[in-house]
């Protein structure tokens, strides 16, 4: 069965640091993975996602990801961290022997401060 | 930009009652999913629809939860009859195609509150 674990339940970042959002996986094919954030009381909206090839995916709002498969992970990362993106991550993995479900991580939510 | 749309987007009803919860999908989006998230977790798949047919409904508590999508656009959750653990968001998406690769498109979802 494929999961997603997001070890840390809030981050917090004063504005203009970097940022890391974690997250590890498990399939037992090979994964598409996704990132989506949350404002409160709204849908999700997409980041990025990794489905082949450079192992540094760029997404929307400056945010990027790495796929590392030997460690399992794809972690979401920001070079510079604004108070706007203060809201809830949620990372996704859908295994490409487990049909077309896409399975999410519990969220982690994530505080930038002045 | 083209956008998933819900109706309504807050609920309030009493156990035992009947709701039900619609959504439009992005134009030309042939899969559609409903979704449950509960405070504090991610979303949990209810049902997928491929066209107007069911591909996944594992995770459907069929004996009180039902899903069409007659014409294979919009569709409609219903909850008959609701249960107090049923309070949660129920989230719509909709994706191009059923290849696995695509991105899914939320809607602003509907908050159910069951008292």
């Known amino acids: 069965a494929q999961s997603v674990a997001q070890p840390e339940d809030q981050v917090n970042v004063a504005e203009g640091n970097p940022l890391t959002v974690k997250c590890t996986y498990s399939v037992s094919g090979n994964p598409y993975l996704f990132w989506y954030v949350q404002y409160p009381n709204r849908g999700l909206q997409f980041l990025l996602k990794y489905i082949t090839g450079d192992n540094l995916v760029k997404g929307s709002y400056g945010f990027e990801a790495e796929f590392n498969k030997s460690q399992t992970s794809f972690h979401l990362k920001k070079p510079s961290a604004l108070v706007s993106d203060s809201a809830l991550y949620f990372c996704a993995v859908r295994d490409l022997r487990g049909g077309n479900k896409l399975t999410f991580g519990t969220g982690t939510q994530l505080k930038v401060e002045l | 930009e083209a956008e998933v749309a819900q109706s309504p987007r807050y609920k309030i009803t009493e156990k035992s009652q009947a709701v039900a919860f619609w959504c439009d999908p992005i134009?030309?989006?042939?899969?559609l999913y409903w979704y449950r998230q509960i405070l504090g977790q991610g979303p949990e798949l209810l049902v997928q629809f491929q066209d107007e047919s069911v591909v996944d409904d594992s995770q459907l508590p069929k004996d009180r939860f039902s899903a069409e999508r007659l014409k294979g656009v919009d569709s409609t959750l219903k909850i008959q009859p609701a249960e107090l653990g049923d309070s949660a968001m129920y989230l719509c998406?909709?994706?191009?195609?059923?290849?696995?690769?695509?991105?899914?498109?939320f809607g602003p979802g509907t908050r159910l509150t069951v008292l």
């Open positions: 998406a909709s994706s191009q195609g059923r290849e696995g690769r695509n991105e899914q498109f």
């Open positions: 134009s030309g989006h042939a899969t």
